[in-house]
């Protein structure tokens, strides 16, 4: 994929994705030389697309074309100089290496993955809404993560798995539709390496892409290397306050949704972890024969987040929300 065809996918979600709402009103103090008067703006709220998401096969062959053109050089030179000796590490017994996804056996299945600012995050601000619209929080093009340069943790989960070896127990953060361990989940969100006990490709690479965007939304991560996306709290800024979308959570819309750019072009957002148990070869467990399966293991999303703000007329007193 290159830039103008995620752009152009995103542009075609936008009656599905963004989701446009009148929430409620905000109250500002405005003072001048004759007096202070109370002023009022409506708060609103939509989703924004923030990131571009891909998780793939071979360390440095991201999908998007660009991307793998300015940042794969400099990933194989930070595995080569700084991780050497991790360039081999098998992940584990029967783990993929080819580029083949895996078929009727469990296995071990490994993904890259790498987390970029989306081209198109601006491009919400110029659209017609009868207010706003919000300002993203992501900077377009900005790498976020790339698993290549938190070579380490990615492939090892050396401080992971001593800081959040409580969270990696089977049913208590679960890649479903709630979050938990119910009749349907696609794995754990946690531990957030590159390899992941699930034999269908399309849910491991969904796994992958989840953990990236778990990691980037969430502040102070130990033993992280990775860029911070502004999440929860509020910021003024473009003449804005902004409500911003708390840190990205398993089964809940509001922090993040998803739409697939590749391998099937998507005009529509969803969680990933939705139950398909009942979406024959059209869902994500159609294996080989699945649109969502790709035979060489690249996928490409981008993560859509909700965002609320009332333009600035003042010194802010409160909101009322509906």
């Not at 996918?9 to 030389?33: H, I, K, N």
């Not at 490709?201 to 778990?214: C, E, L, P, S, T």
């Not at 033993?223 to 003024?236: A, E």
């Amino acid at each position: 994929m290159n830039t103008i065809d995620i752009t152009q996918d995103t542009l075609s979600a936008l009656p599905s994705c963004l989701d446009f709402r009148l929430e409620g009103v905000c109250f500002w103090l405005r003072c001048s030389w004759t007096g202070c008067s109370i002023r009022t703006s409506i708060r609103l709220g939509h989703y924004i697309p923030d990131l571009v998401i891909s998780a793939y096969h071979e360390a440095a062959e991201n999908p998007w074309r660009e991307i793998r053109k300015t940042l794969g050089h400099a990933q194989e030179l930070a595995l080569e100089q700084g991780f050497a000796a991790l360039i081999d590490y098998d992940p584990g017994e029967g783990a993929q290496h080819d580029s083949r996804p895996a078929r009727n056996h469990a296995t071990v299945t490994y993904k890259e993955a790498d987390a970029i600012g989306h081209p198109a995050a601006d491009i919400v601000e110029d659209i017609p809404l009868p207010e706003g619209p919000c300002p993203s929080a992501a900077d377009m093009m900005t790498p976020y993560y790339q698993s290549a340069i938190d070579a380490v943790e990615w492939r090892l989960g050396v401080v992971e798995f001593v800081t959040n070896a409580h969270r990696s127990f089977p049913g208590v953060e679960e890649l479903s539709e709630d979050g938990t361990w119910g009749l349907q989940t696609w794995g754990g969100v946690y531990p957030r390496v590159g390899q992941t006990p699930q034999p269908e490709d399309a849910k491991a690479a969904g796994i992958a892409a989840f953990r990236a965007g778990h990691i980037v939304t969430r502040s102070g991560e130990p033993g992280r290397v990775y860029d911070h996306l502004s999440s929860g709290g509020t910021t003024s800024t473009a003449g804005y306050r902004v409500w911003l979308p708390d840190p990205l959570e398993p089964g809940d819309a509001e922090t993040g949704t998803f739409q697939m750019h590749h391998p099937r072009s998507e005009s529509s957002c969803e969680i990933l972890g939705v139950d398909d148990r009942f979406d024959g070869l059209d869902g994500w467990a159609g294996g080989t024969s699945s649109s969502r399966t790709d035979l060489d293991g690249d996928y490409v999303w981008t993560m859509w987040r909700r965002y609320s703000c009332c333009e600035r007329e003042g010194a802010f007193i409160t909101s009322v929300s509906w």
